[in-house]
């Protein structure tokens, strides 16, 4: 393409090769908001998005039969992608969790992510514990889902269509059973007794 430069106003004008810069647009540029749309929950299900960290207490051993407090530590996240050449800013805020406890009984999903008993409250029944009826190990895996936002090039944020649903790393409950056993002595009396430190195994 060869281009020519002439005074504007001028009838008849004398053209002139122009060898300086030149621009190339498009009179009607594509407007990628749609596309972005149409493409943002996929882009969304597959950031890093951190599902969060699931404790049990007491851990890592617990009792059967007995409450035992898990909850989840889940936190707000941001991320920068790049959509179509375009800027996306994006924030995942997490909205539900679901408890597998790895003993086929599973519950949510629901809004709470529980929270920390102080020690001498542990065995208390919360909204997220559970009490295992058997003893062994045990997965306990956490699902949480993400309600997410948004924006292009700096723009207002935008609700992203659906949810996000990652799982953390499961956390390993083991359940112990306990005995009770009632004796006539102490140790101070029989040193031998069962229990006693130095008695032997019987």
Avoid at 34 to 49: E, H
Avoid at 55 to 68: D, F, K, M, V
Avoid at 92 to 98: D, E, R
Avoid at 109 to 138: I, N, V
Wanted: hydrophobic share 30%; aromatic share 10%; net charge neutral.
């Amino acid at each position: 393409m060869v281009w020519y430069r002439a005074p504007a106003g001028i009838t008849n004008p004398t053209w002139a090769y122009h060898s300086g810069p030149t621009c190339f647009f498009d009179a009607k540029p594509e407007d990628l908001l749609p596309r972005i749309a149409a493409d943002i929950q996929r882009q969304f299900q597959n950031l890093p998005v951190n599902a969060g960290k699931v404790t049990a207490q007491p851990s890592p051993n617990t009792l059967r039969g007995a409450e035992t407090n898990i909850y989840a530590e889940a936190v707000e996240q941001q991320f920068e992608i790049t959509m179509f050449g375009q800027k996306v800013h994006v924030v995942a805020t997490p909205v539900q969790y679901t408890w597998n406890y790895g003993d086929g009984t599973v519950f949510g999903p629901q809004p709470s992510m529980g929270g920390p008993l102080p020690q001498d409250r542990w065995g208390e029944k919360t909204r997220t514990s559970h009490a295992y009826a058997s003893t062994g190990d045990f997965q306990v895996v956490m699902t949480t889902t993400f309600q997410g936002t948004y924006s292009v090039n700096s723009g207002p944020p935008l609700p992203i269509p659906g949810q996000g649903q990652f799982s953390a790393p499961p956390q390993t409950v083991s359940v112990w059973r306990s005995l009770t056993r009632n004796y006539a002595d102490d140790c101070n009396t029989n040193p031998q007794g069962q229990g006693c430190p130095g008695a032997g195994t019987r």
